[in-house]
């Protein structure tokens, strides 16, 4: 039993639950079927289900891994989660999500598999997935930054 694993997939579990009554007050517009609290209430869920995963997977063991691997290498990746909203919001602005959100995906994702070159491209990938998500099918504005010249152009996605 791992009781490191067993205890943060309990912390996100609790978390998920918090978000999820903190997301209930949070009323539903009359003129759409859905309201503020669907995207809070989908993430909780998540949460819950992806903790209660983690927490039965350490308490089996089912995810203990041989040896020490990737131990050496848990505070820059605990380092970069925590920094890259931060530079998102610092950046997203004046260089433009379609940008910036590829490299800090790619990165993110390079830092995890050490593959550089195929992770950004996935991180390229998930970041227009997320642009015509976010940008076409729920008309949330996406900062234009440096292509602000080219959002007519760019807006076909």
């Known amino acids: 039993m791992n009781s490191r694993n067993t205890a943060i997939g309990g912390a996100f579990m609790v978390l998920g639950a918090a978000l999820i009554v ?15 609290d669907l995207f809070p209430n989908i993430v909780g869920i998540g949460m819950i289900v992806f903790g209660l995963v983690a927490a ?15 131990e050496r290498r848990f505070g820059l990746p605990v ?3 925590l920094a890259v909203p931060l530079l998102f919001v610092a950046a997203a602005p004046a260089l433009g999500y379609l940008i910036i959100m590829p490299l800090l995906l790619g990165g993110l994702i390079g830092l995890m598999r050490g593959r550089w070159i195929s992770s950004l491209l996935i991180g390229t990938a998930i970041a227009f997935a997320l642009q015509v998500l976010f940008q076409q099918l729920m008309r949330v504005p996406l900062p234009w930054g440096l292509l602000e010249p080219y959002a007519g152009v760019l807006t076909w996605m």
């Open 79 to 81: 380092v970069a989660f």
């Open 22 to 36: 903190f997301a209930m007050p949070l009323e539903t517009p009359r003129h759409i079927p859905y309201g503020p």
């Open 56 to 70: 039965i997977r350490a308490w089996t063991g089912a995810d203990a891994a041989p040896g020490l691997r990737g």
